[in-house]
């Protein structure tokens, strides 16, 4: 019996995650006795190497912590240097880095819903395979895509490392036609993501509940994505550049990726569980009507849910693009200008993993002289390792093949950035 | 090619990277399921949890090599695959993070983490070239996916890869841009660089930072000379040339001249 059972698990290298970790699991007499989530990608030291560089150069350099979600880095450092220098961003421009900002959402919440996690749930080794039994999903999938990538490339130049953002706005104007190519086809796409979310509400997901506290930001008016106070479950709600004094931070002896809880010890999941359960009543009212129609509201119970989260999400980003680029008026400027001083400042937006957090510390000359990035996956790290506990029983009761599957399918709940999160690192400041 | 009915054996490898030049290849998306009947999958490990362990005909390799670890994986690859393609500046040429390989890497590692002594790093992140051989590469940050495309259908039809190595200047004026250096004075790295983005940059009306990596024989001595021209003050020249693609050999050598004065 399950009782007396005691085995490892060894996953020495987790696929369909991005990035290089590893889990290791310990089962003793039938219990869960030691999890290690263990992350192996090699550091690259962004916050020291930003140390001298042009506050200009932020958002470009720190793009390229992740392939998958630049955009979200490009915004953070943006946010965090206009606020230095005390400048605020026209609505025009705010609406096209909105555009833009989704249409990374759905970029990286497809490849990971419909790419990387389904295979989970509908036993495939990986998109590619799946793809002759539910061709209508894979295609559905890359069109939305396919779409979302569309819209980065049309106000940023293109996809992956958009080059026409920058502090204050944009290097140039988008003119209103250039956004056509997304209102052209907005009716099919968005039939395709009301069908990607239906696919997915229709899986069969593990039916566990148990206790998450989860933190993201909380928007006002819309769903959060650029910016937002931060807030929790238990009922916290404190402003951006409050962020480090309501966390800690540990650094583990088997990982590259630092470890973070809230300042009273208790891990946290960020992401779009927590967006979705704490802002569920934002989201755009025909997401809300697919979801209901198929049983499913917030709160969500457990973090295999996040994948509905993440399709649900999807569709509502779907909506605010076809929204806003029906919205979307001429900027009379590209940018924004301001004269350079010296200051201090946090931001934090919302990465489609979660809530990322950027602080700078500028020098007269514009120069940075500090840089401090908190990715979302480092802040999930002890919540991954927890939720090996929590499920600890479906991992102990079935047969050892299976265990293994779920305490992969576990980590990928999360759908980890591991690229990202070797970035994780609180600057020590030394001669200082 | 070997086994398998004739189709080609793909494996995918990530180093020290953003993950960006792996997801160009699932960007190629319909273009992917195009080439899918020639081509088999055997190593991906962010698109795929089967793994074959090889031998490989073509391993494409994303990202930097920045541990001691790395440096042996990299070598296994080499022995196991037929045909080796660094993908991506990081790749290539070292990448954003061989910014650190100008700086003190005590100091650097000390900085970031409160336990530098747990981290097991490389003094300096290098290019794939520095430890293997390779066949071929195709640089860009991210690697342009159908200059990807492209290679990957030269090598399915046994020919050698060759895409084009020319300076970005060609490429934008191919455009017909109007040139950002000239008319507006920005500094723009373009005449150095090697072309493949589309120019994007001059486009968006910003000058070239230069993410591609240089192009084949640049000049950055006259580059530099112009920018001073143009009034920038010695330290931006340096850090305008000390970019992604700073570890290439021309441009370090060029580097470590023009800072000594």
Redesign the interface.
């Known amino acids: 019996m399950s009782g007396d059972k005691s085995f490892e698990i060894k996953v020495g290298?987790?696929?369909?995650?991005?990035?290089?970790g590893g889990v290791w699991v310990r089962v003793k007499n039938g219990k869960i006795d030691y999890v290690e989530v263990n992350i192996?990608?090699?550091?690259?030291?962004?916050?020291?190497?930003l140390?001298?560089?042009?506050y200009l150069?932020a958002p470009?350099?720190t793009a390229?912590?992740?392939?998958?979600c630049?955009l979200a880095y490009i915004f953070a450092a943006c946010r965090a240097m206009e606020k230095i220098l005390e400048i605020n961003v026209p609505e025009e421009i705010q609406v096209l880095r909105k555009i833009a900002f989704y249409g990374e959402w759905i970029e990286s919440h497809v490849?990971h819903f419909a790419?990387?996690h389904a295979?989970d749930f509908l036993g495939y080794?990986?998109?590619?395979?799946m793809?002759k039994d539910y061709p209508n999903l894979?295609r559905n999938a890359?069109a939305v895509?396919?779409w979302g990538?569309r819209a980065i490339e049309i106000i940023g130049?293109?996809?992956?490392?958009p080059?026409?953002f920058?502090i204050g706005g944009?290097?140039?104007i988008i003119r209103k036609e250039e956004l056509e190519p997304l209102s052209r086809n907005y009716e099919e796409i968005r039939r395709k993501g009301e069908e990607l979310l239906e696919f997915v509400l229709n899986m069969d997901l593990p039916d566990i509940q148990y206790d998450m506290t989860l933190m993201s930001l909380k928007g006002r008016k819309e769903y959060p994505i650029l910016e937002g106070l931060v807030a929790n479950n238990l009922g916290w709600e404190f402003p951006e550049d409050s962020f480090e004094e309501n966390i800690t931070v540990e650094?583990k002896?088997y990982s590259?990726g630092l470890h973070y809880r809230l300042r009273n010890g208790k891990p946290y999941i960020t992401g779009p569980i927590a967006r979705f359960n704490l802002n569920y009543d934002l989201l755009a009212p025909e997401v809300r009507d697919v979801l209901e129609a198929a049983g499913y509201r917030a709160p969500l119970k457990n973090t295999y849910q996040s994948i509905v989260a993440r399709a649900a999400e999807n569709l509502h980003s779907i909506i605010e693009v076809g929204r806003l680029v029906e919205e979307y008026s001429e900027p009379q400027t590209?940018y924004v200008d301001a004269r350079v001083r010296a200051g201090e400042a946090a931001a934090i937006v919302e990465a489609p993993r979660g809530m990322l957090y950027h602080r700078y510390r500028i020098d007269e000359l514009g120069r940075i002289v500090y840089a401090n990035i908190v990715p979302p996956t480092t802040q999930n790290y002890v919540a991954m390792e927890e939720d090996i506990f929590k499920v600890g029983d479906l991992i102990v009761k079935g047969p050892p093949e299976t265990a293994q599957r779920i305490v992969?399918m576990t980590i990928r709940n999360y759908d980890p950035?591991i690229?990202?999160s070797v970035h994780a690192?609180?600057?020590?400041i030394?001669n200082e | 090619m070997s086994g398998n009915g004739g189709k080609l054996r793909l494996a995918v490898f990530k180093f020290s990277s953003c993950s960006g030049c792996q997801d160009e290849l699932i960007n190629l998306g319909e273009d992917l399921l195009s080439i899918i009947e020639k081509v088999e999958i055997a190593y991906f490990l962010e698109a795929s949890s089967r793994i074959d362990p090889g031998p490989y005909d073509v391993a494409l390799i994303e990202g930097s090599i920045s541990t001691p670890h790395e440096m042996e994986v990299v070598k296994n690859i080499r022995r196991n695959s037929k045909i080796v393609i660094p993908i991506g500046t990081c790749a290539v040429h070292g990448g954003p993070q061989s910014l650190r390989n100008w700086m003190d890497q005590g100091d650097v590692v000390r900085q970031v983490y409160p336990r530098p002594e747990w981290i097991n790093s490389l003094d300096k992140t290098t290019p794939i070239s520095e430890h293997i051989k390779v066949d071929y590469q195709v640089s860009g940050c991210p690697v342009n996916r159908l200059q990807l495309l492209s290679v990957l259908k030269q090598v399915l039809v046994g020919r050698r890869p060759y895409h084009r190595l020319e300076s970005l200047c060609q490429e934008c004026k191919r455009r017909g841009n109007v040139c950002v250096m000239v008319s507006r004075g920005t500094p723009c790295l373009g005449p150095i660089m090697v072309e493949g983005c589309g120019a994007l940059c001059p486009s968006y009306a910003r000058g070239c930072y230069g993410c591609f990596g240089p192009m084949i024989d640049p000049k950055p001595e006259a580059l530099a000379r112009r920018f001073e021209e143009i009034g920038l003050p010695r330290e931006e020249v340096i850090l305008k040339l000390r970019n992604f693609s700073s570890w290439s050999e021309p441009l370090r050598r060029f580097l470590e001249r023009y800072e000594r004065g």
Do not use: T, W
């Open positions: 290298q987790l696929a369909r995650v991005e990035g290089e192996f990608e090699p550091p690259r030291f962004f916050e020291a190497f140390r001298g560089r042009s150069e470009d350099i390229r912590i992740c392939g998958i630049p490849l790419f990387l295979p080794h990986s998109a590619l395979e793809a894979v890359i895509r396919d990538n130049g293109r996809a992956i490392h080059i026409g920058r944009l290097y140039r650094q002896m590259n590209p992969e950035c690229s990202c690192i609180k600057l020590r030394i």
